[in-house]
T-cell receptor, first 116, second 113 residues
Framework: DAGVIQSPRHEVTEMGQEVTLRCKPISGHNSLFWYRQTMMRGLELLIYFNNNVPIDDSGMPEDRFSAKMPNASFSTLKIQPSEPRDSAVYFC??????????????FGPGTRLTVL | DQQVKQNSPSLSVQEGRISILNCDYTNSMFDYFLWYKKYPAEGPTFLISISSIKDKNEDGRFTVFLNKSAKHLSLHIVPSQPGDSAVYFCAASAQTGANNLFFGTGTRLTVIP
């Protein structure tokens, strides 16, 4: 299995531009998570999906952030318009929630976003 | 508000000695705890976990201890190796709740050869 795939790995953009981050979860996993890593707050959960349905988006910082999961093998996180304070590493993770006693999540390599 | 706290941002240990990483939590509903390891330019990877019905779980050089009354857990690495140098994240979950994890801010471990 290729693991969780994220693209792009690096993104540099100017303030005000739209940014779209992409994620392909591990095949067969039915939960998908978007995190943001910062020095101050560590790994923050932004939103997660179960069976393609958004379950909890309370971590999404502002209306500028949106996420979609049109099917079981693809999700996007969009920032529009982007701001310098959005600069961070964004991780996507997936897990199989059918395994009731295991909460292990598998992370992608992350997208390092820099907003100038 | 951080429900999972790692108060030591960094730790340096000599090769062969014990590394002890600490984690505190505030939510009494948490009943499952995990440690993740993260190398630069990679995503976090699962290392070891413990359920609240146990107070210790061991896997090779890695042992996690849980003190429920103190809402504290620790990760022991013995003996420490240079390849263990990474950022370690503590995470917590409520099995009976949603399957999301709450992460701490991480501790950067440096094992000095």
């Amino acid at each position: 299995d290729a693991g969780v795939i994220q693209s792009p790995r690096h993104e540099v953009t100017e303030m005000g531009q739209e940014v779209t981050l992409r994620c392909k979860p591990i095949s067969g996993h039915n939960s998908l998570f978007w995190y943001r890593q910062t020095m101050m707050r560590g790994l923050e959960l932004l939103i997660y999906f179960n069976n393609n349905v958004p379950i909890d988006d309370s971590g999404m910082p502002e209306d500028r952030f949106s996420a979609k999961m049109p099917n079981a093998s693809f999700s996007t996180l969009k920032i529009q318009p982007s701001e310098p304070r959005d600069s961070a590493v964004y991780f996507c993770a997936s897990s199989s929630s059918g395994r009731l006693l295991v909460h292990e999540q598998f992370f992608g390599p992350g997208t390092r976003l820099t907003v100038l | 508000d951080q429900q999972v706290k790692q108060n030591s941002p960094s730790l340096s240990v000599q090769e062969g000695r014990i590394s002890i990483l600490n984690c505190d939590y505030t939510n009494s509903m948490f009943d499952y705890f995990l440690w993740y390891k993260k190398y630069p330019a990679e995503g976090p990877t699962f290392l070891i976990s413990i359920s609240s019905i146990k107070d210790k779980n061991e896997d090779g050089r890695f042992t996690v201890f849980l003190n429920k009354s103190a809402k504290h857990l620790s990760l022991h690495i013995v003996p420490s190796q240079p390849g263990d140098s990474a950022v370690y994240f503590c995470a917590a979950s409520a099995q009976t709740g949603a399957n999301n994890l709450f992460f701490g801010t991480g501790t950067r471990l440096t094992v000095i050869p």
